[in-house]
T-cell receptor, first 109, second 112 residues
Framework: GQSLEQPSEVTAVEGAIVQINCTYQ??????LSWYQQHDGGAPTFLSYNGLDGLEETGRFSSFLSRSDSYGYLLLQELQMKDSASYFC??????????FGQGTELSVKP | NAGVTQTPKFRILKIGQSMTLQCTQD?????MYWYRQDPGMGLKLIYYSVGAGITDKGEVPNGYNVSRSTTEDFPLRLELAAPSQTSVYFC???????????FGSGTRLTVV
């Protein structure tokens, strides 16, 4: 089978840094992706890690360690608009994504 | 550029009724997907397609059917609707593995 684990909730203050971890068990792993979803909205793509290491896109960074079946999303200089749910998702064979349950991030003033 | 368009946005069905959720993309993506998302949960893959004429089951295919006659369209059919199918349905497309998915705005379906 396959499973992904991530914390259900994280709270941080504006301007801070937060890290959302994701561990996975899956067969046919091709890479790890992260998506953001605001309440009532559609998921939007944030990042993809196909190889070990860190990928940086503006205030967001994502990391993958294949040997540890582990990744994380790092959000810096948090803003109120970053309050949303964040999903890690693994790419399996056939280009399909399997999603985790999501982490609800609350950013406080 | 419209991206991924889903219709309808909202629908209420009675138990046993059938309906088709429409999904169209204008990005010439080969890969298309249907997910459902229950409140407070992650997305579960229902069906996916890697190109016209090719479809395959995802994690939760029971009670649904799909077809892919063109690159642009990937409709999802619900036969004999049940309350357990009350959910938000998202269609998505991508150019391939490792590329981000583009999601439609979703269809909020209630079965009563």
């Amino acid at each position: 089978g396959q499973s992904l684990e991530q914390p259900s909730e994280v709270t941080a203050v504006e301007g801070a840094i937060v890290q959302i971890n994701c561990t996975y068990q899956t067969s046919g792993f091709y890479g790890l992706s992260w998506y953001q979803q605001h309440d009532g909205g559609a998921p939007t793509f944030l990042s993809y890690n196909g190889l070990d290491g860190l990928e940086e896109t503006g205030r967001f960074s994502s990391f993958l360690s294949r040997s540890d079946s582990y990744g994380y999303l790092l959000l810096q200089e948090l803003q109120m608009k970053d309050s949303a749910s964040y999903f890690c998702a693994v790419y399996n064979q056939g280009g399909k994504l399997i999603f985790g349950q999501g982490t609800e991030l609350s950013v406080k003033p | 550029n419209a991206g991924v368009t889903q219709t309808p946005k909202f629908r209420i069905l009675k138990i046993g009724q059938s309906m088709t959720l429409q999904c169209t993309q204008d990005m010439n993506h080969n890969y298309m997907y249907w997910y459902r998302q229950d409140p407070g949960m992650g997305l579960k893959l229902i069906y996916y397609s890697v190109g016209a004429g090719i479809t395959d089951k995802g994690e939760v295919p029971n009670g649904y059917n799909v077809s892919r006659s063109t690159t642009e369209d990937f409709p999802l059919r619900l036969e004999l609707a049940a309350p357990s199918q009350t959910s938000v349905y998202f269609c998505a497309s991508s150019p391939g593995t490792g590329s981000g998915y583009t999601f439609g705005s979703g269809t909020r379906l209630t079965v009563v």
